[in-house]
Structures are given as C-alpha cells and as structure tokens.
C-alpha cells in the first residue's frame, strides 16, 4: 500500500510539475517601436487559450546585449538586422527559427501645431529652418538612429545638424522628447508617429536614403517549446492585421 501511495505521490508531483512548467509566459524582448502592436496581439494569444506574455520593450542593441549577458528571453524581435546578426553570430538564436516579417516607414516630426515648410531633398537648408535640436535614437547604437543618420547623410543635412542631435535610449524616447516640445524636431517611425496626437508628420524620408527598415522575429536559445508557436501566431491573419494596423508593412520571407 505504501508503494501504491508513493507512486501516486510520485506521478502527482510530475503531473503538478508539468502543468506549473505549461503555465509560464513566453519571455518577449522587443524593440520598443512594436510596443502597441505586440501588447494587442499578446491579449489575442491569450484569448487563444495561452498565459499572457511577459514584454520587455526597449532599444534592440539594449535587448540584444541583455541576451547576450544572459537575461531570459524566448523570443527576440529586433528593429534591425544588425542587432539581430549580432546574436546570431553569437550562437543565441535558434536555427532556422528567424524571420524579417515587417518593415516600417522613417519620418521627420514636429510637435503638434509646430509644422513649417521642409523639403525631403539634398540642398535643403534644414539647419536653418528651426532652431533648438533634434531627437532621434542614438545614431551609432538605436535602430531608428542609425537609420536617421543614414537620411540625414544622404541628404547632405548630418553636418550642419550633427552639433544639435539629441540620441535617445530608444525610439519612444525620442518620441515623448518631441510631444513635450523638448526637441522641436524628431525622426522616429511612422509607426511610432501614427499612435501619437500630439506630434505632426513633415514629411517621410526617402527610401533610397537609408538602408531598408526590417524587423526580424527569432527563437533565442534555450527558449521554451511555445517560443516558436508564438512565432507562428504572429504570422497569423490575427497578428498581421495588428501590425497593419499601426502601420506596420508585412514582408514576404
């Protein structure tokens, strides 16, 4: 009878353990500018029957360096793929689990009510058209920075501004910087413009003025099982309504 009670115990034990294990949250590390679009669509994974995820929002090159010194995560979705290649090479992502799924549009941004005449082209005098500085990423570690940078030189507008550019930790940083009126200037994302009501859009940046904008989904290594389910779920018709929704473009991979 003891033995009887014992494997019971035993299989109990098992059976509590497996369900507690089932019950964890995939661990998200996402480049801050996928913030409302990944919030929507973590409460449809839930609705699917899952536990709600756990987020973690900020700069790619932040995330990727928490990777790489040993934070927890499942899932990386970087705004670039630098960031991205920098875990690869590292031996942190998980083989043939990676995906370029979006990509995103680079636009100047004024705050609400503050619009002047800009023109996206070489041999316009930006410097001269507003004065105080400019907001973006941190041009040699952020996404949208490095992006920026790129624009700004293709243009020919990096050195006459490079002396008034504030960098950000992040996207959403420079954002706020912008809404508040700190900087009477930002280039952010379209995406990130679209969710705000307190900036205005001047104009869009030149595709040809920076490298593509894509953002690569991934399995970091020794993720959970569900990791790569969560990354067909945000290939599903559910998810990639989200993301158009904010704007995002979807990328044939």
């Not at 990386?76 to 960031?83: E, G, I, K, V």
């Not at 243009?155 to 501004?161: F, H, T, V």
């Not at 706020?176 to 869009?204: H, M, N, Q, W």
């Not at 067909?232 to 998810?239: D, I, R």
């Amino acid at each position: 009878m003891r033995t009887l009670i014992r494997r019971l115990c035993l299989f109990a034990l098992i059976a509590l353990s497996t369900s507690v294990c089932a019950e964890q949250p995939i661990r998200v590390f996402a480049a801050a500018s996928l913030t409302n679009a990944l919030d929507d669509i973590s409460a449809q994974w839930q609705k699917a029957g899952h536990p709600k995820p756990s987020l973690a929002y900020g700069s790619s090159s932040t995330l990727a360096k928490q990777i790489e010194a040993g934070a927890p995560a499942d899932v990386f979705a970087s705004a670039d793929l630098t960031w991205m290649d920098y875990l690869d090479q590292r031996g942190w992502i998980v083989a043939n689990t990676r995906a370029n799924l979006l990509g995103n549009d680079l636009v100047l941004i004024v705050p609400k009510g503050k619009k002047f005449p800009a023109q996206m082209k070489a041999g316009f005098d930006i410097a001269a058209a507003f004065d105080g500085k400019l907001c973006t990423g941190e041009p040699d570690a952020v996404p949208v920075g490095k992006y920026a940078k790129q624009s700004l030189q293709s243009l020919g507008w990096w050195q006459p501004l490079q002396g008034r550019i504030v960098g950000a930790d992040d996207v959403r940083t420079a954002l706020a910087f912008v809404e508040r009126g700190e900087c009477p200037l930002g280039i952010v994302y379209a995406t990130d413009a679209k969710i705000s009501d307190k900036v205005e859009v001047l104009d869009r940046f030149p595709d040809s003025s920076h490298k593509p904008i894509v953002y690569p989904f991934a399995a970091v290594k020794n993720s959970r099982p569900e990791a790569q389910e969560f990354l067909h779920f945000l290939q599903s018709p559910a998810a990639a309504g989200i993301f158009e929704h904010f704007g995002f473009v979807r990328l044939k991979h």
